[in-house]
């Protein structure tokens, strides 16, 4: 893959990767920040609040209007969390029109409709439009009950949550439902107009376009006074574990929850990067890895269990839906699978379908414009930007011994489980 090529102004990093692998132009653009309890809530309101319209297009009906009128452009915005950063997301596709016999001035149109919604927002009385606000915070309220009723992200949550209590990591992506009310379209307003004077911005354009027909045309319609956050706090990867944590959360359900939390030591920067991203394949992401094999498959004792590792934070987590009766069991055959692997009991072909699977996973990735941002963005937020190809050929060199290795490092952390509410039975 070709790199990007990029150009920065004011704190304003704008990255092209020219390319006739895709019919459509991608742009995507961010807003980093710091996570912190007291932003948090109304900074995950913007994305949101921003999309329902803008000075040219002040309502979504509007919105949408001049999308279709760009032959079926489509704005997305969201709120990601990336380790103990914000990140403030919106992407846009639009119709390369080379492909289109009337489509002239295509991407200019696109960035036009891109830059109102987020640099000119509907407002009154010195804040955002009051209508507006309420009704983003009521959707609000609604994401971070249907967060809770989703009991497999929810147990995943929690278990960071309660593991890496402290830190700024274990704030929710979403915010805080009892802050929500707090919001006005005063304070909010204040909060965007200070993140578009410090938020490092970096704009992505993915397509067939010639990055010097680009970079001149974003860096005038985001022409504002800028004093660009230089240095976040570094985020903390090393710990050391003087004793597991039990966490036991009760609901009404019917089937449990067992979420394991790790400290793998090892983050995106590291040079052992690859060799934990391969432990954590054997352990935990495909069908041969080891808890699936024998958690799920040999012993029968969950309907799924798998593990994740957080490359930002340094931390594999294991979700695992088990019976809470046989919590416990399921529990032990985890701690097996991972002394097995801390022991070096792993085959060859083990090795050969974890790298595979990597490698493909690499690639496919790579298929869509926002995953090429995403990783690129990952890299920067991380400190160290890393190639698809250089990551290729990290896993096709890594060695048993290398595993083992990383494997030493590991502490068991937190172990959470979700069961059924107290008075009813177990069985």
């Not at 742009?27 to 949101?48: M, R």
């Not at 002040?58 to 079926?72: H, I, N, R, S, V």
């Not at 704005?75 to 992407?91: H, M, N, P, Q, Y």
């Not at 319609?221 to 944590?245: G, Y």
């Amino acid at each position: 893959m070709d790199q990007f090529q990029t150009r920065e102004e004011r704190g304003i990093h704008v990255h092209v990767l020219p390319t006739d692998k895709f019919r459509m132009n991608t742009i995507v653009a961010t807003f980093t920040q710091e996570l912190c309890e007291e932003t948090v809530t109304p900074l995950a309101l913007l994305p949101y609040l921003l999309n329902r319209g803008s000075e040219q297009y002040p309502t979504p009906e509007k919105l949408q209007l001049a999308l279709d009128g760009l032959y079926g452009a489509s704005l997305f915005a969201s709120i990601d969390k990336k380790g103990e950063r914000l990140v403030v997301d919106f992407s846009m596709n639009v119709p390369n029109e080379k492909f289109l016999k009337q489509g002239e001035g295509l991407f200019q149109k696109a960035l036009g409709i891109l830059s109102d919604v987020m640099l000119r927002p509907r407002t009154e009385a010195d804040g955002f439009l009051a209508e507006y606000v309420q009704a983003e915070v009521e959707q609000q309220k609604k994401r971070i009950a249907a967060a809770v009723d989703d009991k497999i992200n929810y147990a995943g949550d929690r278990c960071t949550e309660e593991m890496t209590k402290g830190e700024p990591y274990a704030i929710p992506r979403l915010g805080y439902a009892e802050k929500l009310d707090d919001v006005t379209p005063q304070s909010l307003y204040q909060l965007y107009q200070d993140v578009l004077r410090t938020a490092p911005i970096h704009i992505y354009v993915i397509g067939d376009v010639q990055p010097e027909e680009v970079f001149a045309p974003i860096f005038s319609v985001f022409d504002m006074e800028r004093e660009p956050q230089v240095d976040f706090a570094p985020v903390k990867i090393v710990h050391e574990t003087s004793e597991i944590k039990e966490v036991v959360d009760r609901f009404d359900v019917a089937q449990g929850k067992l979420n394991v939390g790790i400290w793998a030591n090892v983050a995106w920067e590291s040079e052992d990067y690859a060799a934990m991203q391969v432990l954590n394949g054997l352990f935990g992401v495909f069908p041969h890895s080891k808890l699936f094999v024998n958690v799920r498959e040999k012993h029968s004792l969950a309907y799924y269990c798998m593990s994740r590792l957080d490359g930002h934070k340094g931390v594999i987590t294991i979700f695992a839906g088990v019976e809470i009766d046989k919590i416990e069991q399921a529990l032990a055959i985890i701690k097996e699978q991972f002394e097995a692997i801390k022991k070096g009991e792993i085959s060859q072909e083990e090795m050969e379908f974890t790298i595979a699977g990597l490698v493909n996973a690499y690639k496919t990735a790579m298929d869509t414009p926002t995953s090429i941002a995403d990783f690129h963005l990952n890299g920067l937020i991380a400190g160290r930007i890393r190639s698809r190809e250089e990551m290729i050929e990290k896993f096709q060199r890594v060695t048993i011994e290398d595993v083992i290795r990383v494997a030493q490092g590991m502490q068991f952390d937190t172990i959470y489980t979700l069961r059924n509410e107290e008075g009813n039975h177990d069985a």
